[in-house]
């Protein structure tokens, strides 16, 4: 039992860790470009990550059972996919990247 929470708290720090780390570096690119699909990409991330954190919290701190934590995850891992899943279907071009593609010498007028 031990082992396993010890692995259950490493890989959610883990997760913790790289999430945010996402969630910040595309929360940089979106500050920067100001595409609407970097924000949705940072919320997405940001969701996922806080699922995964939130569904170990419950389960070791707050002694939900593991299948309930397990069901709170997953629902904040569907809402973040689904984020994820827009974000790719944003119109994420900022004005500049917009000019430039039209700019583009290969590309026929």
Do not use: C, N
Request: no cysteine; hydrophobic share 50%; proline share 4%.
């Amino acid at each position: 039992m031990l082992e396993t929470t010890l692995i259950l708290a490493l890989t959610k720090a883990a997760t913790l860790v790289f999430g945010a780390l996402l969630t910040g570096l595309s929360w940089r690119a979106y500050r920067r470009t100001r595409a609407p699909a970097l924000r949705a990409l940072s919320v997405g991330i940001a969701i996922v990550t806080a699922g995964a954190v939130a569904g170990g919290v419950l389960h070791q701190f707050v002694e939900i059972p593991l299948a309930v934590a397990v069901g709170v995850q997953s629902v904040f891992t569907a809402t973040g996919f689904a984020v994820l899943t827009y974000s790719l279907y944003a119109d994420g071009a900022s004005e500049s990247h917009r000019d430039r593609v039209h700019e583009r010498p290969d590309r026929a007028p």
